[in-house]
Nanobody
């Protein structure tokens, strides 16, 4: 599985931006997907995760109500929609994936980056006025 993230750029506070993560094949029915981000000088942190087969979504507290995740199966693409962006959202955003575990297991590991086998190269999002 290969992933490619794109869509980053420079935006102003309050703006919206949509990132894309294209997979090398039709994986989203059998895999879970997550987004992580790494701000300058900080550790990489969890942002959002989705298990479409299990019907679950998980969000970091810092992005709840502002970020959403969706997919387009026909395009093998997952989207991260980011609204009401803040300067503290500035980071390199990376998508990650792994074969879907059972729902109860994923509920305990969704934010653990070591659990993801496949990673896309990150895309930089800068939020600044």
């Amino acid at each position: 599985v290969q992933l490619q993230a794109s869509g980053g750029g420079l935006v102003q506070p309050g703006d919206s931006l949509r990132l894309s993560c294209v997979a090398s094949g039709r994986i989203f029915s059998s895999h879970v997907v997550a987004w992580f981000r790494q701000a300058p000088g900080k550790e990489r942190e969890f942002v959002i995760a989705a298990d479409w087969s299990g019907g679950s979504r998980y969000y970091a507290d810092s992005v709840k109500g502002r970020f959403t995740v969706s997919r387009d199966n026909a395009k093998n693409t997952v989207y991260l929609q980011m609204n009401s962006l803040k300067p503290e959202d500035t980071a390199v955003y990376s998508c990650a994936s792994r074969r879907r575990p059972i729902s109860s297991v994923f509920a305990t590991i969704f934010n653990d980056q070591s659990e993801y086998n496949y990673w896309g190269r990150g895309t930089l999002v800068t939020v600044s006025s």
